[in-house]
């Protein structure tokens, strides 16, 4: 989360049309107070049964600073990440959503002026999310293992109401999955 420099949402169709997965976050600090505030309140999520079934661990300053640090030594020696605990996409992704998914990268890499071949700067850009893409502020989800799906259906809820939240206090977000891939460093240092 960073501070933004698009205004705050004061409707939550407002909030939906400006949320966008910002990849480029200035540093200006969030406090405490704000990220309290959101979570409080995003944490009236529902889910089945109302098992409540995640974990939010908030990093910032020098705790921020050590992770991304640690990810990011891990990321330079071995950029395919560690043991995954599952996978992000289905192994063999089928139409349309493969295409979805190849067109969303190229959209990204070419807006930003990195060409298909270009694989130094394309790792480059993927090692930012190990950086928080600049963020004061990383938020990691957790899960016990013994859930299933619906349970990840109830943590979707949680972070979309972070992230409009956010939007109401002119704060922005992008949701990450890439951080799974380092599951276990991040465990060391929870
Ligand atoms: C569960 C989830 C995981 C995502 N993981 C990443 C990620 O690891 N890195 C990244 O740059 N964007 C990630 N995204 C952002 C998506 O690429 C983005 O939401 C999608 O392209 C739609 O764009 P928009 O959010 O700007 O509307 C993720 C989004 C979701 C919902």
Request: net charge neutral; hydrophobic share 40%.
């Amino acid at each position: 989360m960073s501070m933004p420099n698009l205004s705050a949402a004061s409707t939550v169709t407002e909030a939906i049309n400006t949320r966008k997965a910002v990849r480029a976050f200035c540093n200006q600090p969030v406090s405490e107070s704000l990220i309290r505030e959101i979570l409080t309140t995003a944490l009236q999520a529902p889910s089945s049964g109302n098992l409540q079934p995640w974990k939010v661990y908030v990093v910032a300053g020098s705790e921020r600073d050590h992770l991304v640090q640690a990810v990011i030594d891990g990321y330079t020696k071995n950029p395919s990440g560690e043991e995954p605990e599952f996978n992000i996409y289905p192994q063999a992704l089928t139409e349309p959503y493969n295409s979805r998914r190849r067109e969303a990268g190229e959209v990204m890499y070419s807006l930003i002026g990195i060409p298909r071949h270009d694989k130094e700067r394309r790792l480059a850009q993927v090692g930012k999310n190990f950086e928080f893409f600049g963020a004061p502020v990383g938020l990691i989800f957790t899960i016990d293992k013994q859930m299933e799906q619906m349970q990840f259906a109830d943590l979707g809820l949680l972070m979309q109401n972070i992230m409009l939240l956010a939007r109401e206090r002119g704060l922005h977000t992008c949701p990450q999955a890439a951080w799974s891939m380092w599951q276990q460093t991040v465990r060391e240092r929870g």
